[in-house]
């Protein structure tokens, strides 16, 4: 075995309260890593370790934890179920080689369930699914497994592990492969269950798989190790998912996971080298060689930068490529700028424990700054390559733009003098959390992702730098484009006290481009003029500003391309502030003449709710000016629609939704696109 086969980097995915933490503290439990297994209801989780977590028993930031099981070395990363903390979900599926998605044994399939399914799917990311509260009254492991059927949709379900008895009974789960048994049930059940699980399992497989189909078409029972393998290649090709259950609570069942995770799930290096792998990140091997050193360049990804926080500050990051120790310089590819490795960590939720050997391909771990220094700035997806090495860029992660937005002030002038710096260091964190201080106010916009996310922001503004502040209300975060292309030439002029003329012109075309395209400014005569540097750097700069505080509004455009035509004077002397004023002038212009569309954020609505509320709740959503796109039944009388809908009309949705069907519902949203805002329907405050 090479360095890194040994080791599992895994998500484990779910709707909120299906288990995660609990089962992540189970897993820690099981393998030893933890002599005493906490309780989210106490708040005394491993994973959940921001005060928040704890206070609201959910967990927001994603946490990594390490154990080991069967000489295996397991990173799991436990994501927040709640979408508004969808960053979090994206940044640890993006360095993850596999996912682990459970289910809740008596809701089955949730409304979020195939939001997360479907990132997890963009990143062709192996799975196995565990269903879990077996031990409740109630829950139903053929229902949720059948569920999933629907839910996986391009990959099949493979039971791998079965439940006998449950809910009243005391609950067992054999496990399908080696015949193996947790828990305590009747030898007569456990054969039953066992024989109709296997023969289930191989005629499954035998779709999938050409040795197992020679096994299966010719009545030959295959060996349990023929059985593993087979079940291997399937899961790794993306074409099943193996599907565990048991319970997180008791432990029951747990043992046959943690097996599964070790035995048919990736190794760092399959991953890369599969074709979801090379597709994400193309790093050729030649590349990565040091002819000095005659090994690999480190290559990293930053997951997540920790700063001004308990225990300290530090770089969660994911080695590709190379090994990462003390002293190592390396360029944030991204940022362009430097940086020396300092200590490197085991990362195990908010405890470091340093590595004096550093770490190797294949590993999550954390960085620190050298003594007395400090690490450069970093942004989550950001590459990390060490001095000398390639210019390379692994794949981006994607974040969706912010939708909503609310003003802050700092209560006390202390605050207000702190709020920057602040903010900077959470959306330093946080790439769905954005500020802007406005030039003329000085007030502060935050955006982010939804009302939760900007709540958590402002507690977190209090308990992590003690900065208090007020907050006006939630707003939509609305953008705008233009109708038309226009091209235009402004030009600035003023003569000064002094007689001098400041003189420039500025001409620029400005077109909409297709929704979902963002902003381009293409600056082509850049190549033939003879204009000085820092004049076109006005330019640019002009052109950026009007772009994000937006004209004549105050909305920030987007889908939307600049084309810089020209620039000149007239004068000798060429004025850096006059091409400023012109290229301002050209804006605002170009966007007048074009004619300003505002754009309202448009959500992805997942609604469940009980099916003789689920009426209701249409109609709701149909008079939020919502359209309704499935509607379809879950378990347990259950019903889930989808639908588009303006965030305007989501606002304080949570508490409409409740009192609707008595607290009976639940639903997550997610931005979606922008659309042009109906005429009549009241938009942004223009300022
Ligand atoms: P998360 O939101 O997915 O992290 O879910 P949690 O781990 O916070 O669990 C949600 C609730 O379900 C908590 O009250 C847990 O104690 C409970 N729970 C989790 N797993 C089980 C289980 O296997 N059996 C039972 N009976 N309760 C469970
Ligand atoms: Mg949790």
């Known amino acids: 075995m090479g360095a890194g086969d040994a080791i599992r980097n895994l998500g484990i995915i779910a709707h909120i309260d299906a288990g995660k933490t609990t089962l992540t503290e189970r897993l820690l439990h099981e393998t030893g890593a933890l002599r005493f297994c906490g309780a989210v209801e106490e708040g005394t ?8 977590e704890r206070e609201r028993g959910i967990s927001i930031v994603s946490a990594a934890v390490t154990c080991w099981w069967r000489g295996v070395q397991i990173n799991l990363v436990d994501t927040p179920g709640h979408i508004d903390f969808t960053a979090e979900v994206e940044r640890s ?22 939001m997360v399914w479907r990132r997890a799917v963009r990143y062709g990311l192996p799975a196995l699914a565990f269903i879990n509260k077996l031990d409740r009254d109630g829950a139903d492991f053929a229902q949720v497994l059948s569920q999933t059927r629907v839910l996986l949709d391009s990959a099949r379900p493979l039971a791998v592990a079965v439940p006998v008895g449950g809910g009243a009974k005391p609950l067992a789960v054999v496990d399908v492969l080696d015949g193996r048994v947790d828990g305590e049930a009747a030898a007569a059940e456990i054969a039953a269950a066992l024989s109709a699980a296997r023969a289930q399992l191989l005629e499954g497989l035998g779709e999938l798989d050409d040795e197992a189909m020679a096994c299966y078409v010719e009545g030959r029972e295959p060996a349990s190790e023929v059985l593993t393998a087979a079940l291997r290649r399937t899961v790794l090709s993306g074409k099943a998912v193996p599907v565990l259950c048991g319970s997180a609570a008791t432990g029951c069942g747990v043992r046959f996971l943690l097996d599964a995770m070790a035995r048919l799930l990736p190794s760092p290096a399959e991953r890369l080298s599969s074709p979801a792998g090379r597709r994400l990140f193309g790093i050729s091997p030649a590349a990565l060689k040091s002819p000095e050193a005659g090994r690999d360049f480190a290559v990293l990804t930053v997951m997540k930068v920790f700063r001004g ?30 940086g020396v490795v300092g200590p490197v960590y085991r990362l195990n939720a908010a405890e470091l424990a340093e590595l004096p050997d550093g770490a190797s391909a294949g590993e999550i771990v954390g960085f620190g700054p050298t003594e007395g220094g400090e690490l450069p700035p970093m942004f989550t997806g950001d590459t990390l390559v060490e001095e000398g090495g390639p210019e390379l860029r692994l794949m981006r992660m994607r974040f969706p733009e912010p939708v909503f937005s609310l003003s802050l002030a700092g209560v006390s002038a202390e605050d207000r003098r702190r709020l920057p710096e602040a903010l900077r260091r959470l959306a330093e964190a946080d790439p769905t959390l954005r500020f802007r201080f406005h030039p003329d106010t000085g007030e502060c916009r935050l955006s982010g992702i939804g009302e939760l996310h900007l709540e958590v922001a402002r507690e977190r503004l209090v308990t992590e730098a003690g900065v208090h502040t007020r907050a006006g209300q939630i707003q939509v975060a609305y953008r705008c484009t233009v109708a038309s292309a226009a091209t235009v030439e402004s030009e600035f002029r003023r003569v000064l006290p002094n007689g001098i003329t400041l003189q420039a012109k500025v001409q620029l075309q400005i077109e909409p481009l297709p929704r979902g395209s963002g902003l381009v400014v293409d600056t082509p005569f850049r190549e033939s003029t003879e204009l000085p540097a820092d004049c076109l750097d006005a330019i640019d700069a002009a052109v ?28 000798a002397e060429a004025s850096e502030p006059a091409f400023l004023s012109a290229a301002r002038m050209a804006m605002g212009d170009a966007v007048a003449q074009a004619g300003e569309v505002v754009l309202e954020p448009v959500m992805r609505l997942e609604v469940s709710a009980p099916l003789n509320q689920i009426g209701n709740v249409m109609a709701d959503v149909t008079a939020r000016r919502g359209r309704i796109l499935q509607n379809e039944p879950l378990a347990a009388g259950n019903a889930r629609i989808v639908a588009l809908v303006p965030c305007a009309s989501l606002i304080s949705y949570a508490t409409q939704l409740r009192s609707l069907t008595g607290g009976r519902a639940e639903f997550t949203a997610e931005p979606a696109c922008d659309e042009p805002l109906p005429a009549g329907v009241p938009g942004p405050k223009t300022r």
Do not use: K
Not at 549 to 570: H, K, N, Q, Y
């Open 45 to 52: 989780t491993v994973s959940d370790y921001l005060q928040q």
């Open 544 to 571: 950026q500003e009007s772009l994000a505080s937006g004209s004549p509004s105050g909305t920030p455009l987007t889908d939307t391309r600049v084309t810089v035509l020209g620039a000149s004077t007239s004068q």
């Open 93 to 114: 599926l993006r360095v993850m080689d596999a996912v682990v998605a459970v289910f809740c044994g008596l809701r089955g399939v949730q409304a979020q369930s195939e």
């Open 309 to 338: 926080a308990w225990p300290g500050d530090y770089a969660a990051v994911r080695i590709y490529s190379g090994g990462l120790r003390r002293g190592m310089r390396f360029r944030d590819v991204n940022r362009g700028t430097c």
